[in-house]
């Protein structure tokens, strides 16, 4: 009778053969390892594109403005037709390729005329609240745009806050932007002013 029906002892003893079952059965643990583990991989990958994609960004527009150095180093565009636009313009079109929209709001320009090279070598800047200061030694100086003429001894400095496109790195860097920077120093080739 007691194989037929089972009694409370049997029914106590069955406990631990299930358990002992359940734990040695391994047809779930890849589901439950793969939703574990996909959480911080899925962020790892986020986090690569997004650095791959900030550094693309970072060397593009360090080639505009080697770019846009060249041409005031070779005369190309002139020291009278320099302007704060139109120099925002001129790299807002070129960097067209990774920016969307916005450029010219989140674009900083400084072209400064220099009497020698280690003026400009004290030049710098400091980044504040997620904005940046310029100075010279330890003066803060405004954003200029003063192209210099034949000969003369020039400093382009751009930067551009760019957006960071996940959510989660945004919140984690305690902003939705990150700073990208390009500089060039160079002496004006003797052309006619």
Known sequence: MSTEFGCAGDHRAGRPRFFARFLRDRRGATAIEFAILSVPFALLVFAILESCISFAAQEVMANITDDVARQLRTGQLKAATVTEDGLKTTICNKLQII???????????????????????????????NDVQLTNGTIEVPFSTTAGAAESRNMLRV???????????????????????ASVTWQNEPFDN
């Open 159 to 181: 930067f551009y806050k760019w957006p960071v496109m996940t959510d989660l790195l945004a919140k984690s860097m305690g902003g939705n932007k990150t700073l990208h920077f």
């Open 99 to 129: 920016v969307a929209q916005d450029c010219k709001l989140q674009l900083m320009v400084d072209l400064r005329q220099y009497t020698a090279f280690a003026d400009a070598a004290a030049a710098g800047f400091k980044i504040k609240n």
